[in-house]
């Protein structure tokens, strides 16, 4: 059984920087992907970053050069690294996992229909 928990999130200012965590237990990365997503309040879940077995990489524009997603094979464990935050990247942040993501074009792979496993979220507050 696959369990995606996320850590790391909390209250910043903005221009400062945090690190997110998830664990993925029971996911093999393998074929696979891991991705972040945000849902701010009133508004639809985003695709934030996703991070390939196939050694993709892709970002949404609002966070490119600020944000950098990676995977720890050891400890089968996703990051985003927040730099230079805004106001506008309050949401909560939720990692997801899907087991086939590297046979969809990289145009795909920030689509929240894709993934089959989710976290539960954890909030990131930013503060002008």
């Known amino acids: 059984e696959v369990h995606l928990v996320e850590s790391g999130g909390g209250l910043a200012q903005a221009g400062g920087s945090l690190r997110l965590s998830c664990v993925a237990s029971?996911?093999?990365?393998?074929?696979?992907?891991i991705g972040w997503f945000r849902q701010a309040p009133g508004k639809e879940r985003e695709g934030v970053a996703c991070i390939t077995s196939d050694d993709r990489v892709v970002y949404t524009d609002s966070v490119k050069g600020r944000f950098t997603i990676s995977f720890d094979n050891a400890k089968n464990t996703v990051y985003l690294q927040m730099n230079s935050l805004k106001p506008e990247d309050t949401a909560v942040y939720y990692c997801?996992?899907?087991?086939?993501?590297?046979?969809?074009?990289?145009?795909?792979?920030?689509?929240?229909?894709?993934?089959?496993?989710w976290g539960r979220g954890t909030q990131v507050t930013v503060s002008s």
């Open positions: 997801a996992a899907d087991p086939g993501l590297t046979y969809y074009g990289t145009t795909y792979l920030l689509n929240d229909n894709l993934y089959d496993y």
């Open positions: 029971g996911f093999i990365f393998d074929d696979a992907g």
